[in-house]
């Protein structure tokens, strides 16, 4: 029986990986006391956390992280608010992870976001959202490599 349930263990620690995506809680989220509550509502909906680091983006870090908007007028502003105060960066792991953390975050504006998710209930406007999540399974992949080295994801 001691075999049996250890062997168990073993299965469930080397199962290979699903599906990751990755996710940062913006400043104004940890500024307004809503990490814990988000971080609960990840688990809740069935995601492991297999990597996450409570840290601030350099200037520097945060213009690279979102060069992809460089052209746009709220580039200065978005890399402006990603400094501001720090962060917690993550990556979740769980079957469909992208699409489910999409649909867990809900609409970029917290004004068109369905009741229940992450940005209806903590964020305070299009601009200051609560999280950050991977929008492809290409860009979770440059996203988690981008803050995480291989040996902190476990």
């Given at each position: 029986m001691k075999c049996l349930s250890l062997r168990k263990i073993i299965v469930k620690t080397n199962k290979m990986a699903t599906n990751r995506t990755f996710t940062m809680l913006k400043p104004?989220?940890?500024e307004n006391g809503h990490m814990g509550k988000i971080l609960d509502m990840i688990i809740e909906a069935g995601f492991d956390i297999k990597a996450m680091k409570y840290t601030r983006l350099t200037e520097d870090q945060a213009k690279k992280?979102?060069?992809?908007?460089?052209?746009?007028?709220f580039y200065g502003e978005l890399v402006e608010y990603m400094t501001s105060g720090p962060i917690v960066a993550a990556i979740l792991e769980k079957d469909n992870a992208v699409a489910d953390f999409r649909a867990l975050i809900g609409a970029t504006d917290p004004a068109e976001a369905a009741d229940g998710t992450i940005r209806k209930l903590y964020a305070e406007s299009k601009g200051r959202n609560a999280t950050h999540g991977s929008d492809s399974d290409e860009n979770a992949q440059i996203e988690s490599d981008f803050h995480f080295s291989a040996a902190e994801i476990f």
């Amino acid at each position: 029986m001691k075999c049996l349930s250890l062997r168990k263990i073993i299965v469930k620690t080397n199962k290979m990986a699903t599906n990751r995506t990755f996710t940062m809680l913006k400043p104004d989220a940890i500024e307004n006391g809503h990490m814990g509550k988000i971080l609960d509502m990840i688990i809740e909906a069935g995601f492991d956390i297999k990597a996450m680091k409570y840290t601030r983006l350099t200037e520097d870090q945060a213009k690279k992280f979102y060069e992809v908007h460089a052209e746009r007028p709220f580039y200065g502003e978005l890399v402006e608010y990603m400094t501001s105060g720090p962060i917690v960066a993550a990556i979740l792991e769980k079957d469909n992870a992208v699409a489910d953390f999409r649909a867990l975050i809900g609409a970029t504006d917290p004004a068109e976001a369905a009741d229940g998710t992450i940005r209806k209930l903590y964020a305070e406007s299009k601009g200051r959202n609560a999280t950050h999540g991977s929008d492809s399974d290409e860009n979770a992949q440059i996203e988690s490599d981008f803050h995480f080295s291989a040996a902190e994801i476990f």
